[in-house]
């Protein structure tokens, strides 16, 4: 398995642009989750889908920040418009309900780093 | 509200040593989830371990091993003989058994390990 897959690997933008970060998960995980890294807050989890559908979106830190899963192998995190303090490094991780009491785990595709100027 | 607390920002071990990075949660449920995950320089996250709150015995991986100690509430990481390539950034991470579909994870702050040759 390839594992997750996340574009870009690097983004660079100036502020007031509008940013779209891609997912693709690993195949037949049920769960997708958007995580973002900085030194100040460390890892935040922004949003998480079941069956594409937003479970919880709490995380998302206003409302210039959208997320959607139009289907399975695929997912968009999007920022419109941009600003220097999303400067940070985003996470998309996988997983899958675990039958027989077997403990799911997340896995994290490499993350998208997002500098916008 | 569950929280995950790493009180070390740092460590510093030996090569071939054996090293323990702490972590301690807080909640109220009686089932769930626990993971160590490790973040090298590549900023990928990899799972180094996991333990279901249900099982009394020590997940154990190779050279990691963890110390779960349920009524503590205390989950720490023992490598031993470490190695160059254990450099990384550790997070501990809690997640809840949930139901229909709604669950996520908190992760700790994370513990910075050195390994010095």
């Known amino acids: 398995d390839a594992g997750v897959i996340q574009s870009p690997r690097h983004e660079v933008t100036e502020m007031g642009q509008e940013v779209t970060l891609r997912c693709k998960p690993i195949s037949g995980h049920d769960y997708l989750f958007w995580y973002r890294q900085t030194m100040m807050r460390g890892l935040e989890l922004l949003i998480y889908f079941n069956n594409n559908v937003p479970i919880d979106d709490s995380g998302m830190p206003e409302d210039r920040f959208s997320a959607k899963m139009p289907n399975a192998s695929f997912s968009t995190l999007k920022i419109q418009p941009s600003e220097p303090r999303d400067s940070a490094v985003y996470f998309c991780?996988?997983?899958?309900?675990?039958?027989?009491?077997?403990?799911?785990?997340?896995?994290f595709g490499p993350g998208t780093r997002l500098t916008v100027l | 509200a569950q929280t995950v607390t790493q009180s070390q920002p740092e460590m510093s071990v030996q090569e071939a040593e054996t090293v323990t990075l702490s972590c301690t949660y807080d909640t109220s449920e009686s089932d769930y989830y626990l993971f160590w995950y490790k973040q090298p320089p590549s900023r990928q996250m990899i799972l180094v371990i996991r333990?279901?709150?249900?099982?009394?015995q020590n997940a154990t991986e190779n050279r990691f091993s963890v110390n779960f100690q349920k009524a503590a509430k205390s989950f720490s990481l023992k490598i031993s003989d470490s190695q160059l390539g254990d450099a990384a950034m550790y997070f501990c991470?809690?997640?809840?058994?949930?139901?229909?579909?709604?669950?996520?994870?908190?992760f700790g702050t994370g513990t910075r390990l050195k390994v010095l040759a």
């Open positions: 991470a809690y997640r809840s058994v949930g139901t229909s579909g709604t669950y996520k994870y908190i």
């Open positions: 333990q279901e709150a249900y099982k009394q």
């Open positions: 991780a996988s997983s899958t309900t675990g039958t027989l009491r077997i403990a799911d785990t997340q896995y």
